[in-house]
């Protein structure tokens, strides 16, 4: 076999890159029209909602049936909203709620959001079942630790999602939810016998199957009740075995960025792809951290260099493409009637997001002496974790800011692993001094330095207010204590809201 057109068209056909820059570089036009069915946005590719629709107008000006995939799961992993907070709170907090209606109401709107900026396929929901409490990259993603909420939950969110002419995608198969490692980093261990992959982890998947998801997105998992030698990714037993005949899914499997270290660490970002493939895999994702041209074309090459010598069945390839080519065109076809519908929020209405994360808020009173809400400006403390790298480092979150647009003279020390320190909690209690005092902590329960720094916090002041914004640990620390079960910009609004006893009507 030779390395012919159609042999390249085809592997172009299933490499999703991402890319530098607000509008596309030359190597993208061209690509495009050399048979690219898809690219991936990340928070670097985005300023406002206008100039995303003026780089997708772009993109399709050289294939009009270009896929543009996006990694907007609302709440703490947002692109589109990375430089001013998410104004929709992530899945934990619905799933908190318990309101499918809202949840796909909500997903919905996201779905209009992205269709409006040329944005139609959206690398979520998480169905990912959060068994573990101190998994270090799922966490408030999923929508909680019952298989039956999230696959409910994640039913909802892919209704009101491709309802708006947007691809959903249920991630990271066969399930994240109970690992300890990131895969960024690592290759997490699934320890999970067959019995309780099938009752936990797989369970929101063959929902989210059932209800015509359009993708579903690889984990880089070892899951030895399934395949004890290679990462889901890689896995012919878990893609095609499983997904494909199992479950039925009939949909395009892309997988998580090929280039992270649990798949591309053993094999190269080329190896991987190809194994990915030969496995079920009809779409690389890649650009995440190699954005080059000289990465997509190395993974295109290395498919070709495969299918040549016999590592890469064309049969395999031909039908990775055909599902992607048929979902671009379902996309193409969908898009256009989507946006003629309404969005749901009315002039004089909170957001739709606003309202979810207001819903979300779980409120504990352990003084009958407390002062709340607060009776004056306060001193605010964020203590503020390392986040994975799925979470934008720079997006805002927390609970000062907007309380100070409530509260004028609100101050605020936001604190570190490597800030807090003794000294720096004694200046925090100066500042608090003549003052209310509010502690705002983020998934506590996993980091030592956190729960330190509230304790030395608490033993000074006992009538202090405390914010979990991170999966709710202990109700039982403060004299109010206040879950938002989330962490996104709307989540710190709805709480600075209740702390400053504004009703909050818009």
């Known amino acids: 076999m030779k390395r012919g057109p159609e042999l390249l068209r085809l592997a172009e056909t299933v490499v999703f890159p991402g890319f530098e820059g607000k509008s596309p570089p030359d190597w993208i036009r061209r690509r495009l029209g050399e048979g690219l069915a898809g690219v991936v946005l990340f928070s670097r590719?985005?300023?406002?909602?206008?100039?995303v629709a003026d780089l997708t107008a772009a993109l399709r000006e050289e294939n009009p049936q270009v896929l543009v995939g996006i990694d907007e799961e609302s709440g703490e992993v947002t692109r589109l909203e990375a430089a001013d907070g998410s104004t929709r709170p992530g899945s934990f907090a619905l799933g908190v709620v318990d309101d499918t209606g809202l949840t796909e109401e909500l997903a919905a709107d996201l779905g209009r959001d992205l269709a409006l900026a040329g944005v139609n396929l959206n690398f979520a929901p998480s169905a990912?079942?959060?068994?573990?409490?101190?998994?270090?990259?799922?966490?408030?993603?999923?929508?909680?630790?019952?298989?039956?909420?999230?696959?409910?939950?994640?039913?909802?969110?892919i209704r009101g999602m491709q309802s708006a002419g947007v691809a959903a995608c249920a991630k990271h198969f066969p399930g994240h939810g109970d690992t300890s490692v990131d895969s960024h980093h690592g290759v997490p261990l699934v320890t999970a016998t067959p019995g309780d992959l099938r009752d936990v982890a797989l369970r929101p998947f063959r929902t989210a199957v059932e209800q015509g998801v359009r993708t579903v997105m690889t984990g880089h998992l070892l899951v030895p009740a399934l395949d004890p030698a290679m990462p889901a990714t890689l896995s012919r037993p878990v893609l095609h075995d499983l997904l494909r005949v199992e479950l039925g899914f009939e949909g395009?499997?892309?997988?998580?960025?090929?280039?992270?270290?649990?798949?591309s660490g053993p094999y190269g970002i080329g190896g991987a792809s190809v194994l990915a493939v030969a496995a079920g895999a009809d779409a690389i994702c890649v650009g995440g951290e190699h954005a080059g041209e000289e990465t997509a074309i190395g993974i295109r090459d290395a498919i070709v260099d495969a299918v040549i010598e016999g590592r890469l069945s064309e049969e395999r390839l031909a039908d990775a493409s055909r599902r992607v080519c048929e979902l671009a065109l379902w996309a193409t076809t969908t898009h256009r009637s989507a946006l003629s519908r309404p969005g749901t929020s009315g002039p004089g209405t909170p957001s739709i997001g606003l309202?979810?994360?207001?819903?979300?808020?779980?409120?504990?009173?352990?003084?009958?002496a407390a002062v709340f809400p607060l009776p004056a400006p306060p001193h605010v403390v964020e203590l503020a974790p390392e986040m994975n790298l799925a979470i934008e480092k720079d997006t805002p979150w927390g609970v000062g800011e907007p309380l100070g647009k409530l509260l004028p003279g609100t101050t605020v020390t936001r604190l570190a692993a490597s800030t807090a320190t003794g000294g720096a909690i004694e200046a925090v209690l100066a500042a608090a001094a003549e003052r209310p005092l509010v502690i705002v902590v983020r998934d506590a329960h996993r980091h030592p330095w956190q729960a330190d720094a509230l304790r030395h916090l608490l033993a000074a002041r006992a009538d202090a207010v405390v914010v979990e914004m991170g999966l709710p640990g202990r109700s039982d620390l403060g004299a109010v204590h206040i879950a938002t079960h989330g962490a996104a910009r709307v989540c710190g609004q709805a709480a600075a809201e209740l702390?400053?006893?504004d009703t909050g009507t818009t």
Do not use: C, K, Y
């Open 45 to 51: 590719n985005i300023a406002t909602p206008s100039q």
């Open 128 to 157: 990912d079942v959060n068994s573990n409490p101190d998994n270090p990259v799922i966490g408030l993603r999923s929508f909680g630790a019952d298989p039956d909420l999230v696959a409910r939950h994640a039913a909802a969110w």
């Open 252 to 263: 395009v499997i892309v997988t998580d960025g090929i280039e992270m270290a649990a798949v």
């Open 355 to 368: 309202a979810a994360a207001r819903r979300a808020l779980r409120i504990t009173r352990r003084s009958a």
């Open 499 to 501: 702390l400053a006893g």
